[in-house]
C-alpha cells in the first residue's frame, strides 16, 4: 500500500491529525507539514511535552495523544524509532483509524501491532508529499 493513489486515498478519509514530535521552530519538518497539513484542511492536533506551555499555530500543543479530547482520525510521527512502539499503543488506545510515520522511520513491530488492530500503517512516507504530488 504505497503507490501515491493508495495514500491518497487514505489521506481523503481523514479529518484531523495529531502531529507527534511537533516544533515551533520554522526550520523543523514536523513545522513544515503541519503547516501543510493544515493548508489542505486538516484539523491539527500538535504533539510534545516539551511544548505543552505554548502553542503551534495558535493550536494548543498536548503532552500526549491521551490529553486530546476530540477524534484524531491520523497519528503522524515525527519522533525516533525508540518511541514509535508506546506511540502506537497510545494510538490504539484513542482508537485513531491511521498510524502514520514520517519518511525514514519504520518500525514493524509496531506497524504489526497497529495492523492488529485494524488500523491503517503507512511508514517512510510524508503526507505533505503525497498531498502535494
Known amino acids: 500500500m504505497n503507490s501515491s493513489h493508495d495514500l491518497k486515498e487514505v489521506l481523503s478519509n481523514v479529518k484531523s491529525i495529531a502531529v507527534v514530535?511537533?516544533?515551533?521552530?520554522?526550520?523543523?519538518?514536523s513545522y513544515v507539514v503541519m503547516e501543510a497539513l493544515m493548508h489542505f484542511g486538516y484539523e491539527i492536533f500538535p504533539v510534545n511535552p516539551n511544548y505543552v506551555d505554548n502553542k503551534i499555530f495558535?493550536?494548543?500543543?498536548?503532552?500526549?495523544?491521551?490529553?486530546?479530547?476530540?477524534?484524531?482520525?491520523?497519528?503522524?510521527?515525527?519522533?525516533?524509532?525508540?518511541?514509535?512502539?508506546?506511540i502506537t499503543k497510545e494510538a490504539i488506545e484513542i482508537k485513531a483509524s491511521v498510524l502514520w510515520m514520517q519518511e525514514g522511520l519504520v518500525d514493524e513491530e509496531a506497524a504489526n501491532l497497529a495492523r492488529s488492530k485494524s488500523m491503517i500503517v503507512v511508514m517512510d512516507e510524508c503526507p505533505k508529499k503525497v498531498l502535494e504530488a
Open 58 to 86: 495558535g493550536k494548543t500543543c498536548y503532552p500526549n495523544l491521551k490529553a486530546i479530547k476530540k477524534k484524531v482520525d491520523m497519528v503522524d510521527i515525527f519522533r525516533a524509532k525508540d518511541f514509535i512502539f508506546d
Open 21 to 29: 514530535g511537533a516544533s515551533s521552530k520554522s526550520d523543523k519538518d
